[in-house]
Every structure is written in C-alpha cells, then in structure tokens.
C-alpha cells in the first residue's frame, strides 16, 4: 500500500458518468476506482463541483468514502475540495474520521473555487473565495497535523492527527500560492493547463519558500486514437469561467495523446520531471466519454503505460 502522494507514485483522477441514473453515477465510479487498482494505479483523486457540473459530484468527501470502502490498497484524496463552501472544523472533522476508518489511505487537497455557480447556489458571494480560503488554509492544514484544535481537542481522530497526519496539497496555479503552501506546511496541486514553464515557476517558488511537501502534477492522456471533439468542448467549459490571467499561462495543447504506449510514458515521464513534480495524477474522462471506453484507458495505461513510467522521485 502507498501512501498517499508518494514519490514516484501514479495514481488516476476519476469523474462521475453524470449522463446516467444517480444510483448507477456512484457504481460506476467505484467500478472504475476498483478496475484501477487492479491495474496497478497507486491511488485515486475526485474533485468537487455542484449543480450537476458535467462530470462533478459535490461532496468528494463522500465520494471518497464510497470508494475507499469498494477498494483495499490503494489511497483516495477528495482533491480539491472547495474550502469556502464549508465549515473548515466541520472539514477537519470528517477527513480524520475517515483517516481513522482507513489508515494510511487517504489525503486531501483544497483550492479556493472559481466557478461562480457553486458559490450562488450556496447564497455565498463568489469575490469572497480567495479571501476566505487564505485565511482558512493554515488552520485545515494544522488540524489535520493534530494542531490548534482548540475545543476539539477532544476529538479522537483529529488527536490521532498528531501521530499519524492527513498530508494536505493546495492547488496552486501561480508562484504567491507556491509560495503559501510552502508557509502552511502543504504540498502542491498543480493543475493540468498552465505551460511547463508555469508549473515549474509555481514549483521553484514553493521549494525556494521551504516547502518539502509533495507536489502533484495533473496530467491529461489518451492512449490511440483521442476523442478531440471531447477534448475541445471541455477546455471550452473551463475557460468560461476561468480567470483571464489563468488563461493567459495555459498551454497550446493540455493533453499528451501517443499511439505508441513507451511514447506515452515518455511523454508523461518528461512532463512531470520538467516542472519538479514527485508524482503524478492522471486524468482520462471527458464529458461524453463513457464508461467502456474510460475502462479501456484504464485497463491499458495499467498494463501497458504504467510500468514504463519512471519519474526522477522514484
């Protein structure tokens, strides 16, 4: 069993099919999260969005729950979740009990959220994101650490903390969140569309701030031949609601697609060594993509991709 956000380590992003019945949604991502760690994957990420956002379930914390329980080895991160949208010791909370529950298998990571619609729909203003989360960052990564509980003191799993830490990433798209993940005490989140040279500027400042936390590189593949139609209308979707000064690092082509598996893991190899990542995490599902062909990427980037990967942590 690896721990989570271990070096060298290749773990999946997954996302619910949300074109089908709610109660087929969740079997099918914990069939997909099972079928992953039969193939080889370290551990397994799911992300946080609400309204029915394609491909998006709204409490990762649950999801993950739902998942650690169908899988035995691999480690779960509800990564990112959207700190605002909540009570930060109600958060503290329920990631040390679910810690408790299964030991040495779960992480997590926060952003602040730029999607306004997860905002609204909470009666919460959307300008009030960063703010909130700058302020809330350092007191969910102590607790997890068993530090500054406060009247939760008490509280046998956020105790248990103070042995046995829940390791925290912070999404990070610019050198200023490099650099407070690395005042916290976090790890790093990169994301998937910024440039190599972006990434690496994020990480630079992280480790030149004294950050020794984990740094995770999202990378998007496609093993053969790329279903690019998805592939465009997604990037679409996230740049309607991302920042322009986002935008204006991200890169000319997100995905790295090879016919030729030993290319693929090459290509993933380099892109992570190029911006000083420890591990990474892999993202396949694209809105209309369904789950046999998510099931056939999975099967074969196991078998054939991720044997070959080797990055620099390892």
């Not at 989360?133 to 068993?146: S, T």
């Amino acid at each position: 069993m690896a721990e989570p956000f271990g070096p060298g380590s290749v773990s999946l992003r997954l996302y619910p099919h949300n074109e089908l019945p709610a109660p087929d949604v969740v079997a099918t991502l914990v069939g997909e999260a099972t079928l992953a760690e039969r193939c080889g994957f370290a551990g397994i990420m799911v992300s946080e969005h609400h309204g029915g956002f394609a491909g998006y379930l709204p409490n990762p914390v649950q999801t993950a729950a739902f998942v650690l329980a169908e899988t035995r080895s691999v480690w779960v991160a509800p990564a990112p979740v959207l700190v605002p949208l909540r009570p930060t010791a109600l958060l503290a909370e329920e990631v040390a009990w679910l810690a408790a529950r299964h030991p040495g298998r779960v992480g997590l990571g926060v952003a602040a959220g730029a999607l306004p619609l997860d905002f609204t729909v909470m009666d919460l203003d959307p300008a009030s994101a960063v703010p909130r989360f700058v302020a809330e960052l350092p007191r969910i990564v102590g607790m997890l650490r068993g530090d500054g509980l406060g009247d939760l003191a008490g509280d046998p799993a956020l105790a248990r903390c103070a042995t046995h830490p829940v390791p925290v990433l912070t999404a990070a798209v610019s050198p200023t969140a490099g650099r407070r993940a690395a005042t916290v005490g976090s790890g790093v989140l990169l994301e998937s569309m910024s440039t190599t040279e972006r990434q690496r500027a994020v990480v630079d400042a992280f480790r030149a701030a004294g950050g020794t936390g984990p740094v995770v590189a999202i990378r998007r593949v496609w093993l053969g031949d790329p279903p690019t139609a998805a592939m465009a209308d997604q990037r679409a979707v996230y740049a309607g609601y991302s920042p322009g000064a986002a935008q204006a690092h991200w890169a000319a082509a997100d995905t790295l697609v090879a016919d030729d598996p030993a290319a693929l893991a090459d290509a993933i190899t380099e892109s992570v060594d190029a911006v000083g990542a420890d591990c990474v995490n892999l993202r396949i599902h694209l809105p209309g993509v369904g789950p046999d062909a998510v099931d056939e990427q999975v099967r074969r980037l196991g078998a054939e991709v991720l044997p070959r990967v080797t990055l620099a942590a390892t």
